[in-house]
């Protein structure tokens, strides 16, 4: 069992950053590739970025790729996503997720076992 808790969100001006933490507890870190998520109003959850344990490998998704960071810290088991150049699109609420480790990253929801409880995301002037 894996326990999530983001932290890191806020209002912030279009153009600003932001960085997302998610913290682990409850089991290995290690064992585990996570992932960002977000959800907009009215829209379904969609995938942000991820990273495999294994293999270090990230992906992104289109509309953040070249704005977004995502990192790890294993001595802290966080996971972390830096947000940079922020358009009020980006505003949604932010979910950390986490699932068994596999070398290929993981981009779909269905995929992720664990999840946090969110972090609010404003990008408004």
């Known amino acids: 069992q894996v326990q999530l808790v983001e932290s890191g969100g806020g209002l912030v001006q279009p153009g600003g950053s932001l960085r997302l933490s998610c913290a682990a507890s409850?089991?290995?870190?290690?064992?585990?590739?996570m992932g960002w998520f977000r959800q907009a109003p009215g829209k379904e959850r969609e995938f942000v970025s991820a990273?495999?344990?294994?293999?270090?490998?990230?992906a992104y998704a289109d509309s953040v790729k070249g704005r977004f960071t995502i990192s790890r810290d294993n001595a802290k088991n966080t996971v972390y996503l830096q947000m940079n150049s922020l358009k009020p699109e980006d505003t949604a609420v932010y979910y950390c997720?986490?699932?068994?480790?596999?070398?290929?990253?993981?981009?779909?929801?269905?995929?992720?076992?664990?999840w946090g409880q969110g972090t609010q995301v404003t990008v408004s002037s």
């Open positions: 409850g089991s290995i870190f290690g064992n585990y590739n």
């Open positions: 990273i495999s344990w294994i293999t270090g490998s990230t």
């Open positions: 997720a986490a699932r068994p480790q596999t070398r290929r990253v993981v981009t779909t929801t269905y995929e992720y076992d664990y």
